[in-house]
């Protein structure tokens, strides 16, 4: 959930360190800090965003330092618990969470350290000072404490008694960036662009040590390792704002490239070929029965939409957990089960250990769907499709998700190709509208205007109730979701059958009721529901499209999208109401890409 830079270089690293920050500031903002060696150990802290530390390390110059950008987890958002956290003349950046720190901090405050903080992560500090007493490396300081953590981090340790910077990491993402004047880490590469595209990503457990001109990588069974050096694909303008006002927005409209992107495999393809997932895939496949989606948050919104999908057209059965809850309650193992986890950063905590809990009891048959192809979800899962959505900055996640939908309808073909429930003048007919999918994205953004003068509306409610039915009940939890994380007026989702059983009551002029109604085979139930509302004085927005044969009249009010798009018709009807949320977020003023209490990747539980 935080961010971490750390820099060894010929040059002054203070500028490096402030820009990594600001592109990790997604990760975390509610303090950020640094500490470099100036010659002695000079540490800098602001409650806030990273805008205000930078004000306060002009004119600082060093060759080696860390800085940290915040997500609260222990410890209110306040200077005293900014990092870096420091024992002496050491300097800790952590990322995750200690378990067994209050264990460890009583055991330090016996020896007579001093805690000055609410964190989890002084004991760090404290405990790799205290092994320095011993007489060894630095090196060797951070290996010994890491033995005794429980939990997982990604830490970057600074001292005055070396050269050098020292990194570790378990179950938090971290890597290395080699660059010509210097060896540099981060919590992802969207940091390090500015000074190299080389980068090496660190496996749990490994510890390694980072100098101006070299590097060394230690696994975590103590033997010296080598690690790829990967030439990552991205450029610093794809993390740069560009002509929009908010990453959401360019997010937003980055949509019809990303699903570009994403189906590149398909483009001039006659059949989808079981090998997009991987080679041994086919095989993989042919034992599947059913099929269990793991995600959280918008992943899980995906993973609800694919049960229809894979349902309807595979005839398995699909289930979908949250994966947070899913390893904590006693469920029936399938080795014929297909795991599909879903994250886009693919170091989200709960869907991690999700596979894993899903793997230790014999289902071992994995698919990671996921953004990021060094993640730890990847490495970790039998198979993988990668999303190719780019880099996405905005805490609320747009084309992520679209590009989800996408990866999923393919799994969808491919299982419906295993088992024999796809012609091929289906195939050929789906194959067409996933290719046209960019295209009809970009048309739907062209709506953007209308959508403008509709958060108009929006912008002095404090409740909101979105319905769907069938596949587009997830996209309404999903609009709903956006909403509440970017604008914070209180949004809630119900498949609209559900409107007359308890919701109803909520319903007067001042809850807008948001529709999703594509020209469907549920099209006439959504009417009478719609009916419901407008009855009782309730004003109804709704999303519907060229062939929905719903009049506009008093108190409701109807947006067309260019065309009705089938199956696929979850995939565009999700872009209004990222644009809705977002629009309505600027007309309140919030923080559209920052919003309060949140960060972008959940590396904790």
Same mark, same amino acid.
């Given at each position: 959930?935080?961010?971490?830079?750390?820099?060894?270089?010929?040059?002054?690293?203070?500028?490096?360190?402030?820009?990594?920050l600001?592109?990790?500031?997604?990760?975390?903002?509610?303090?950020?800090?640094?500490?470099?060696?100036?010659?002695?150990?000079?540490r800098?802290?602001?409650?806030?965003?990273?805008?205000?530390?930078?004000?306060?390390?002009?004119?600082?110059?060093?060759?080696l330092?860390?800085?940290?950008?915040r997500?609260?987890?222990?410890?209110?958002?306040?200077?005293?618990?900014?990092?870096?956290?420091?024992?002496?003349?050491?300097?800790?950046?952590h990322?995750?969470?200690?378990?067994?720190?209050?264990?460890?901090?009583?055991?330090?405050?016996?020896?007579?350290?001093?805690?000055?903080?609410?964190t989890?992560?002084?004991?760090?500090?404290?405990?790799?000072?205290?092994?320095?007493?011993?007489g060894?490396s630095?090196?060797?300081?951070?290996?010994?404490?890491?033995?005794?953590?429980?939990?997982?981090?990604?830490?970057?340790?600074?001292?005055?008694?070396s050269?050098?910077?020292?990194?570790?990491?378990?179950?938090a993402?971290?890597?290395?960036?080699?660059?010509?004047?210097?060896?540099?880490?981060?919590?992802?590469?969207?940091?390090?662009?500015q000074?190299?595209?080389?980068?090496?990503?660190?496996?749990?457990?490994?510890?390694?040590?980072?100098?101006?001109?070299?590097?060394?990588?230690?696994?975590?069974?103590?033997?010296?390792?080598?690690?790829?050096?990967?030439?990552?694909?991205?450029?610093?303008?794809?993390?740069?704002?560009g002509?929009?006002?908010?990453?959401?927005?360019?997010?937003?409209?980055?949509?019809?490239?990303?699903?570009?992107?994403?189906l590149?495999?398909?483009v001039?393809?006659?059949?989808?070929s /079981?090998?997009? +997932?991987? %080679?041994?895939a086919?095989? #993989? @496949?042919?034992?599947? =029965?059913?099929?269990?989606? *793991?995600a959280?948050?918008?992943?899980?919104?995906?993973?609800?939409?694919?049960?229809?999908?894979?349902?309807?057209?595979?005839?398995?059965?699909?289930?979908?957990?949250?994966?947070?809850?899913?390893?904590?309650r006693?469920?029936?193992?399938?080795?014929?089960?297909?795991i599909?986890?879903?994250s886009?950063?693919?170091?989200?905590?709960?869907?991690?250990?999700?596979?894993?809990?899903?793997?230790?009891?014999?289902?071992?048959?994995?698919?990671?769907?996921?953004?990021?192809?060094?993640?730890?979800l990847?490495?970790?899962?039998?198979?993988?499709?990668?999303?190719?959505?780019?880099?996405?900055?905005?805490?609320?996640?747009?084309k992520?998700? /679209?590009?989800? +939908?996408? %990866?999923?309808?393919?799994? #969808? @073909?491919?299982?419906? =190709?295993?088992?024999?429930? *796809?012609?091929?003048?289906?195939?050929?007919?789906?194959?067409?509208?996933?290719?046209?999918?960019?295209v009809?994205?970009?048309?739907?953004?062209?709506?953007?205007?209308?959508?403008?003068?509709?958060?108009?509306?929006?912008?002095?409610?404090?409740?909101?109730?979105?319905?769907g039915?069938g596949?587009?009940?997830?996209i309404?939890?999903?609009?709903?979701l956006?909403?509440?994380?970017?604008?914070?007026?209180?949004?809630?989702?119900?498949?609209?059958?559900?409107?007359?059983?308890?919701?109803?009551?909520?319903?007067?002029?001042?809850?807008?009721?948001i529709?999703?109604?594509?020209?469907?085979?549920?099209?006439?139930?959504?009417?009478?529901?719609?009916?419901?509302?407008n %009855?009782?004085?309730?004003?109804?927005?709704?999303?519907?499209?060229?062939?929905?044969?719903?009049?506009q009249?008093?108190?409701?009010?109807?947006?067309r999208?260019?065309?009705?798009?089938?199956?696929?018709?979850?995939?565009l009807?999700?872009?209004?109401?990222?644009?809705?949320?977002?629009?309505?977020?600027?007309?309140?003023?919030?923080d559209?890409?920052?919003?309060?209490?949140?960060?972008?990747s959940?590396?904790?539980?």
């Amino acid at each position: 959930m935080c961010g971490i830079v750390a820099a060894v270089a010929d040059r002054s690293v203070v500028p490096v360190l402030i820009e990594g920050l600001k592109k990790l500031e997604y990760r975390g903002y509610d303090s950020a800090g640094v500490a470099v060696l100036a010659p002695q150990l000079t540490r800098r802290r602001s409650v806030g965003r990273v805008a205000e530390l930078a004000i306060q390390v002009e004119g600082l110059a060093a060759n080696l330092g860390v800085a940290h950008t915040r997500w609260a987890t222990h410890g209110v958002p306040s200077e005293r618990n900014a990092h870096p956290h420091v024992s002496g003349d050491l300097a800790v950046v952590h990322n995750g969470i200690i378990e067994n720190h209050a264990e460890l901090k009583s055991r330090l405050s016996a020896a007579g350290y001093v805690f000055t903080s609410d964190t989890d992560t002084e004991v760090i500090a404290h405990l790799v000072r205290d092994n320095l007493k011993q007489g060894g490396s630095l090196f060797d300081a951070v290996r010994l404490a890491t033995e005794a953590l429980v939990g997982a981090y990604a830490i970057a340790v600074l001292w005055e008694g070396s050269s050098s910077i020292v990194v570790a990491r378990h179950g938090a993402p971290l890597l290395l960036g080699i660059g010509s004047d210097g060896v540099y880490a981060a919590s992802d590469a969207s940091a390090l662009l500015q000074v190299t595209r080389r980068m090496i990503f660190l496996e749990d457990g490994d510890c390694a040590e980072i100098g101006a001109k070299a590097y060394r990588i230690v696994a975590a069974n103590g033997a010296e390792v080598e690690r790829p050096v990967h030439e990552s694909a991205l450029s610093a303008d794809a993390v740069e704002l560009g002509q929009y006002k908010h990453y959401m927005q360019k997010e937003i409209f980055e949509q019809p490239q990303a699903l570009a992107d994403t189906l590149s495999l398909i483009v001039g393809a006659n059949s989808v070929s /079981t090998n997009i +997932l991987g %080679a041994d895939a086919e095989e #993989a @496949l042919a034992s599947v =029965k059913s099929v269990l989606i *793991l995600a959280c948050g918008t992943s899980f919104h995906a993973g609800l939409v694919a049960r229809y999908w894979i349902e309807q057209l595979t005839g398995l059965r699909c289930s979908v957990e949250i994966a947070s809850e899913y390893r904590y309650r006693v469920s029936v193992p399938d080795p014929t089960q297909l795991i599909v986890a879903i994250s886009q950063s693919g170091e989200t905590a709960d869907t991690l250990a999700a596979v894993k809990h899903a793997c230790s009891l014999g289902q071992r048959l994995t698919l990671a769907i996921c953004n990021v192809a060094e993640s730890a979800l990847v490495r970790e899962c039998r198979l993988r499709f990668l999303t190719r959505a780019g880099p996405e900055i905005g805490v609320a996640s747009t084309k992520a998700f /679209t590009t989800q +939908l996408a %990866a999923l309808f393919l799994l #969808a @073909l491919i299982l419906a =190709k295993q088992t024999k429930h *796809l012609s091929k003048e289906d195939e050929a007919r789906y194959l067409d509208a996933l290719r046209h999918l960019p295209v009809a994205v970009g048309k739907v953004l062209m709506l953007e205007p209308a959508i403008e003068a509709w958060a108009q509306r929006f912008a002095m409610k404090r409740h909101a109730l979105f319905l769907g039915r069938g596949h587009h009940y997830p996209i309404a939890l999903e609009g709903a979701l956006k909403l509440k994380e970017i604008s914070y007026i209180h949004a809630e989702a119900y498949p609209a059958g559900e409107l007359k059983h308890g919701p109803l009551a909520l319903v007067d002029k001042e809850m807008p009721v948001i529709a999703v109604a594509p020209n469907d085979k549920l099209l006439e139930k959504l009417k009478s529901n719609l009916q419901e509302v407008n %009855a009782r004085g309730g004003e109804l927005y709704v999303f519907a499209d060229a062939e929905s044969e719903i009049s506009q009249s008093e108190g409701v009010h109807i947006l067309r999208l260019p065309e009705h798009y089938g199956l696929l018709s979850p995939v565009l009807h999700v872009v209004p109401l990222q644009l809705l949320a977002y629009h309505v977020a600027l007309v309140k003023g919030t923080d559209v890409d920052k919003p309060r209490n949140l960060a972008k990747s959940v590396t904790v539980e």
